[in-house]
């Protein structure tokens, strides 16, 4: 099986910076796309930041500038540093990557525990 571990969440100041990471292990062949999502109370997940394999990156309009996406493809990694955090930014992160366990088996969508990012005003 796989799983995708999340760290790095928390409380911080308007202004401030979080790094958040997503770990996967298990049984992996290949990771395509990592993502990170996020789900704000009473609202629906949206994507934040994705990245491919081959580290092409798409942001969200309301983070571009202020978060960047990264991967360790060496550690099965992927992380958001985030910057300029606001208030609206609150929200629990979710990590989201499309994984092969096989190479003869199409790639599906895990996702982890998601971690709550709290900016006070």
């Known amino acids: 099986q796989v799983q995708l571990v999340e760290s790095g969440g928390g409380l911080v100041q308007a202004g401030g910076s979080l790094r958040l990471s997503c770990a996967a292990s298990?049984?992996?062949?290949?990771?395509?796309?990592m993502a990170w999502y996020r789900q704000a109370s009473g609202n629906k997940r949206e994507l934040v930041a994705d990245?491919?394999?081959?580290?092409?990156?798409n942001y969200a309009a309301s983070v571009k500038g202020r978060f960047t996406i990264s991967r360790d493809n060496a550690k099965n990694t992927v992380f958001l540093q985030m910057a300029s955090l606001k208030p609206e930014d609150t929200a629990v992160y979710y990590c989201?990557?499309?994984?092969?366990?096989?190479?003869?088996?199409?790639?599906?969508?895990?996702w982890g525990q998601g971690t709550q990012v709290t900016v006070s005003s």
């Open positions: 298990g049984s992996i062949f290949r990771i395509n796309v």
């Open positions: 989201n990557a499309n994984i092969q366990m096989y190479r003869w088996i199409q790639g599906r969508d895990y």
């Open positions: 990245m491919s394999s081959g580290n092409m990156t």
